[in-house]
T-cell receptor, first 113, second 114 residues
């Protein structure tokens, strides 16, 4: 079965600090993609970062980096130098051969001053 | 348009009624997806179009749900005999190809069945 697990329903971080949001996945397909999306209270899903299963290096996009540990089937999102505007829901998602995205239940991140 | 557009943004309907939700993808995007997001949950896949055809409709919960994309651009999600359990945010996304690229999401349609 294909599944994404996010075990942290909520996380708090102080502004300017780094935070790690956990994601583990399960698939028997050797080819897959892992995504992180941000969903602010306004509701839109904003793409943050992508990691392909065959990518040798961890993906980075500005303050976002993906800590990809294939053997452990984990794809944690690291946000460096947190900002108040980072407060939102964060979803980890996986795409396999069928092209649909399978989402986790999300983590609510709150950044405080 | 610049992004994925969904209309209406909010829809309140009575139990048993028929509703249509519209998605206008980014111009040129061949792949289009519908997801449903219930309160406190992640989006749940419903159906995926590649061009005009439904490449994967395995997520449609039952035969009350149907979606079309007749000209390969705009898509309509149709729900017959709505039930209170259908209340959710319906999200549409499009991408330039089916795999390996990010999907861009619309802001969703919040459906409330009373």
């Amino acid at each position: 079965a294909q599944k994404i697990t996010q075990t942290q329903p909520g996380m708090f971080v102080q502004e300017k600090e780094a935070v790690t949001l956990d994601c583990t996945y399960d698939t028997s397909d050797p080819s897959y993609g892992l995504f992180w999306y941000k969903q602010p209270s306004s509701g839109e899903m904003i793409f943050l970062i992508y990691q392909g299963s065959y990518d040798q290096q961890n993906a980075t996009e500005g303050r976002y980096s993906l800590n990809f540990q294939k053997a452990r089937k984990s794809a944690n999102l690291v946000i460096s130098a947190s900002q108040l505007g980072d407060s939102a829901m964060y979803f980890c998602a996986m795409r396999v051969y069928t092209d649909k995205l399978i989402f986790g239940t999300g983590t609510r991140l709150q950044v405080f001053p | 348009g610049a992004g994925v557009s969904q209309t209406p943004s909010n829809k309140v309907t009575e139990k048993g009624k028929y509703v249509e939700l519209r998605c206008d993808p980014i111009s040129g995007h061949t792949a289009l997806y519908w997801y449903r997001q219930s309160l406190g949950q992640g989006p749940e896949f419903l159906i995926y179009f590649q061009g005009t055809g439904a490449a994967d409709d395995s997520g449609l919960p039952n035969d009350r749900f149907f979606a079309v994309r007749p000209e390969g651009s705009v898509s309509t999600l149709k729900i017959q005999r709505t039930e209170r359990g259908d209340s959710a945010v319906y999200l549409c996304a499009s991408s330039s190809s089916g795999s390996g690229t990010e999907a861009f999401f619309g802001q969703g349609t919040r459906l409330t069945v009373v």
